[in-house]
């Protein structure tokens, strides 16, 4: 089959639709009839150098996509019409691999070539193409070929296993070539960058060897690592003091990148503190080096040769954090931190940037940013020093500090000083020790604020420094409390006097750190404590009108701070509360796609809502609630699609009518108003999101609203509750219809009674077909509040209905007790376990026969199991009972919660630990310590001489939320073992003794 391929092409490019069209179906008709021919064709095309460009990329880009079409049924989208020869795929596979590997090709050529190839290589390497890294060596070899190296990384990327890296030998030669590239006089600094990227690749393969990997591994990894150190070694100590040259600072960057891998990831007999000493001196060496190039480049610099100097420096203070648990010698730590004084300082772009755009400092500062700069990793160096080097470094810090007589002076040095203070972190350290010098620099800082200096980046690092400083002075000055009321006050003031957003961001961050250490309530006085409030929202109103994307979420993060220093004590606090309701709308419908100013607008608005009277609210609704029904409203005409500002409107309703306080006025204003939307969106909406929206804001009202005046909306109430739990509606948009269920069983217990089976058996139905984690959590509650009220009928009912050909009662206590793992929050956990409680202590021969899934079934075998063959092998588990189940999940939180209680065990498993304080050694006389798990006559006869605690009632008698309101979760679950091993219910001894010595030990750990 003979066809103009260059033709084709150019058709196939054609700003004509039907043209473009007609030539791809041509293509593929023809590919189903000889891909064969058309392969060669288009290879033939691709190499032709005296074809255009265009038609060649089209070539190589159609050759990309129609591999993994005709080429082997390896690939997914394999048609299976027609399959390239062998000899074809020999010829096409050979050009390929030829124009990714001429240097004269266009850079396009190659790059398109290069794909193809690693794709062919998946699934024809080694086997059909045993010579391809042959070819690639020898092209590196004879000429350091940048293009090959390349190929040879992209082909580590996808297509090397670790069996072909280690047990076939691939390993071994590409570290050859490496070893010879990084050796060779012949290679320049571009070739040095490719082969050190290439040993990047190997030492990922290096690092999955482990204590259980062959000695062939071992050996291999422990003699590269070697021989890698010790030509980085020479490498870095042959380097010239002055390093121009871009590729020279990438190929050191990759050298201090790989460096700390192999610190970090590998065994220390790899790195050992001899190689570690070494290093340390030249990266220190090396670090002064950057730093001086990087004074020089910060004024005038290409963004190429500021990218490698960043990465440079950031890979060196990433080797040196490394080294955390290393002393650091005094004279070197001053070394260190002069380098960082001048590699912290502030380039021309950013400071340009800054000045233009206040929104991008404030997206820096608050580390909303992804880019990861040198300012970042001297700030992780900083944290990462020990107690020994942190005392020195703080030292150091606020002596140079309190050395400068002017901060305009120099001031891109100075507020470089001030933010290396800034970022060090609080430590244990006693800092007593600084008080003078910290005083001075306290005084030294307050003069600046009074006397405001020339240049506003040192102003605005001093107003973030004072709360971190003083959150450093907690514990060594007496009167902490007068100095953060004096610095607060004063950067606010200072900001409002200053037309300058930079200054003005400045003090809104710092008044979260001033937040974060401090409880500003109780550490203000009340007057003052109204005057900051009233400076921090001023200076949050001037702000925002400019602010954009991270801003907005930093005040409304800055709102909710102000917000936790309301006072219901303070009379004029009501016009606070009224600017705070303002700002909170105004900010959050600036952008209601914005998702960190919509998680702060619930907080803040949950916060606001607490405590306010019933006039207080009845103002707020007025003023706000019809812009919330218009948007209700005006989104019927487009079916209630999901949109940002109706996704706002309603997380705003839930949170109002959430906080809603009961009041018969009230309530009929606000049900008239709302109900009818809502009841629209939940009947019209096929938006998941929106559906749960909703679906939450109907159980607020519902809840939060008198029960004759909902009441004449209970048949609506109950055909919205049939649609949500129907199949129809997604899992998703279900995440709160058990939620809406208790809601409605508690309101309407009386007027549902005959309806109560159905809604029931509905949300069995619903529960089997859940998958989601959320959904399926929020169900359970309904069950959990129907076992709490009467387990025994409960049992009853759905032992007799029978759900998608299941028994009810097996199905839904198959998927409670799949579910308890990951249900989490301390009220969740509570309801689950006093409902399963109820439940054993039933004593039901249906639920002691029930047989459950039990513990997960390894896997036995001599085949390797991949990850893509484990996911389309289905999990195995043991077969036990409903109550044996249960006694192993609660074995299991017992655990849990003790180790939440002693954060030893966090750390030092659950057996022998004893905490002895002088408490328990008064009561010595008393303990009797417990070696080993106990027979269960042991256990009975300990906890039947260990009353339960004075007033508490049996578990299945006592109310679900009286229990909710007292008792912990470790004690009920103490209080459900005692009992039913007291009385041997519902056969726990047997249980008991086929439970794991693990099981009885922490049994006995907490019950004994």
Not at 87 to 106: G, T, Y
Not at 183 to 209: F, G, P, R, Y
Not at 371 to 400: C, G, K, M, P
């Amino acid at each position: 089959m003979m066809f103009d391929a260059p033709a084709l092409i150019w058709n196939a490019q054609s700003p004509l639709d039907n043209v473009r069209r007609s030539s791809e179906e041509q293509l593929l008709q023809m590919c189903d009839e000889d891909s064969s021919q058309v392969f060669l064709q288009f290879v033939q095309v691709a190499a032709n150098d005296k074809q255009d460009l265009p038609c060649k990329q089209f070539a190589l880009l159609a050759l990309r996509k129609l591999v993994t079409m005709y080429w082997t049924p390896g690939f997914e989208s394999f048609r299976g019409t027609s399959t390239v020869k062998l000899e074809a795929r020999k010829i096409v596979r050979n050009v390929l691999l030829q124009l990714c590997l001429d240097e004269n090709q266009p850079r396009k050529i190659q790059n398109g070539a290069s794909y193809a190839v690693v794709q062919i290589s998946a699934v024809d390497f080694p086997d059909q193409w045993p010579e391809l890294l042959d070819i690639i060596y020898n092209t590196i070899t004879k000429s350091n070929s940048l293009a090959a190296m390349k190929l040879l990384n992209e082909i580590y990327d996808d297509v090397i296993s670790e069996e072909m890296f280690f047990e076939e030998g691939i390993g071994f030669e590409t570290l050859k070539i490496i070893f010879h590239v990084m050796n060779s006089s012949d290679s320049d600094w571009e070739a040095k960058v490719a082969a050190l990227n290439l040993l990047h690749c190997c030492i990922l393969q290096m690092s999955t060897v482990s204590g259980n990997s062959t000695i062939k591994r071992k050996e291999l990894t422990i003699d590269a690592c070697t021989e890698v150190l010790q030509m980085w070694l020479n490498f870095l100590m042959t380097q010239s003091k002055v390093i121009t040259n871009t590729s020279q600072l990438m190929a050191n960057a990759k050298i201090y990148q790989d460096l700390t891998l192999l610190k970090n990831e590998f065994s220390k007999k790899i790195v050992g503190p001899g190689m570690c000493d070494r290093f340390r001196s030249i990266a220190i060496r090396d670090l002064e080096n950057a730093s001086q190039i990087y004074v020089q480049m910060i004024q005038n610099s290409s963004p190429d040769q500021l990218d490698a100097i960043n990465e440079y420096a950031v890979n060196i203070l990433e080797f040196l954090s490394s080294l955390c648990s290393v002393n650091f010698t005094e004279e070197e730590i001053r070394t260190v931190l002069s380098c960082l004084g001048r590699l912290c300082c502030l380039n021309q772009s950013t400071i340009d940037e800054w000045n233009t755009d206040f929104n991008s400092f404030v997206s820096k500062e608050t580390g909303l940013v992804a880019s990861f700069t040198i300012r970042d990793q001297a700030a992780e160096l900083l944290s990462s020093f020990d107690h020994q080097n942190y005392t020195v470094v703080f030292a150091l810090l606020l002596n140079e500090l309190n050395e400068i007589s002017d901060f305009s002076d120099g001031w891109i040095f100075n507020e470089s000083l001030l933010y290396l203070l800034q970022s060090l972190p609080v430590n244990d350290s006693n800092s007593i020790e600084f008080t003078d010098a910290m005083k001075h620099v306290f005084a030294k800082l307050q003069e600046v604020l009074e006397k405001p200096l020339s240049s506003i980046f040192v102003t605005c690092r001093i107003v973030l420094l004072l709360p971190k400083l003083l959150e450093k002075a907690m514990d060594s000055f007496p009167n902490v409390k007068n100095l953060v009321q004096n610095f607060l006050s004063l950067s606010l003031n200072f900001a409002l006097s200053q037309d300058n957003e930079l200054i003005k961001s400045a003090a809104l961050i710092s008044f979260t750190y001033y937040s974060y250490f401090s409880e500003l309530s109780s550490v203000l006085d009340p007057i003052h404590c109204i005057e900051i409030q009233q400076r921090t929202l001023k200076l949050i109103a001037q702000l925002f009108p400019e602010a954009e994307d991270d801003t907005d979420g930093v005040l409304m993060e800055v709102l909710n701070n102000v917000i936790d220093c309301n006072s219901k004590d303070v009379k004029d606090i009501s016009s606070i509360i009224q600017t705070e309701f303002h700002l909170i709308f105004t900010i959050s419908a600036k952008d209601p796609s914005n998702i960190q100013t919509t998680i702060e607008l619930q907080e803040c608005l949950d916060k606001l809502l607490k405590n306010v009277d019933v006039q207080t609210f009845t103002n707020f609704w007025e003023t706000y609630s019809p812009p919330i029904i218009n948007v209700m409203i005006g989104s019927a005409h487009t079916s209630f699609e999901y949109s940002p500002l109706l996704a706002l409107t309603l997380q705003i309703l839930d949170v109002l009518l959430k906080r809603k306080p009961l009041d018969p006025t009230l309530s009929i204003t606000i049900c008239d108003a709302v109900f009818e939307p809502l009841h629209d969106i939940l009947n019209h909406c096929r938006d998941e999101e929106i559906l749960q929206y909703a679906t939450e804001a109907l159980g607020y009202l519902i809840k939060n609203t008198e029960t004759q005046v909902i009441l004449p909306h209970l048949k609506s109430i109950v055909n919205i509750l049939d649609t949500l739990l129907s199949s129809e509606v997604p899992d998703q948009a279900a995440t709160h219809v058990g939620s809406l269920t208790v809601t409605i069983f508690s309101k309407f217990s009386d007027e549902i009674q005959n309806l109560i089976p159905m809604i029931l058996q509905a949300a069995a139905a619903k529960l089997g077909q859940a998958v989601n984690i959320t959904t399926t959590q929020n169900l359970l509650s309904v069950f959990c509040f129907v076992a709490s009220a009467d387990a025994q009928q409960m049992v009853d009912f759905l032992f007799q209905v029978t759900i998608d050909n299941q028994n009810g009662l097996d199905l839904v206590m198959s998927k409670w007790l799949e579910s308890f793992d990951v249900v989490r929050g301390e009220k969740r956990t509570k309801e689950n376990i006093i409902s399963l409680s109820k439940l054993f202590l039933l004593s039901d021969q249906r639920l002691s026969s029930m047989q459950v899934n039990g513990d997960l079934i390894p896997y036995e075998s001599d085949v390797i199991i991949t990850r893509s063959m484990a996911k389309e092998m289905p999990d195995r588990y043991t077969c036990i009972s409903a109550y044996q189940k249960i006694i192993k999940l609660f074995i299991s939180e017992l655990e849990f919660q003790g180790k939440q209680q002693d954060p030893q065990l966090l750390l030092a498993g659950t057996h022998g630990i004893r905490t002895t304080t002088e408490e328990n050694q008064e009561d010595n006389d008393d303990w009797e310590d417990v070696e080993g798990p106990l027979e269960y006559e042991m256990l009975q006869h300990y906890v039947e001489g260990d009353e339960i605690d004075d007033g508490t009632e049996e578990l299945d008698e006592q109310c679900l939320s009286d229990n909710l309101d007292s008792r912990s979760i470790h004690q009920l679950l103490v209080d459900f073992f005692k009992e039913v091993a007291t009385k041997n219910i519902s056969g726990f001894r047997m249980i008991y003794e086929q439970l794991s010595d693990n099981e009885k030990q922490i049994l006995s750990d907490n019950l004994v």
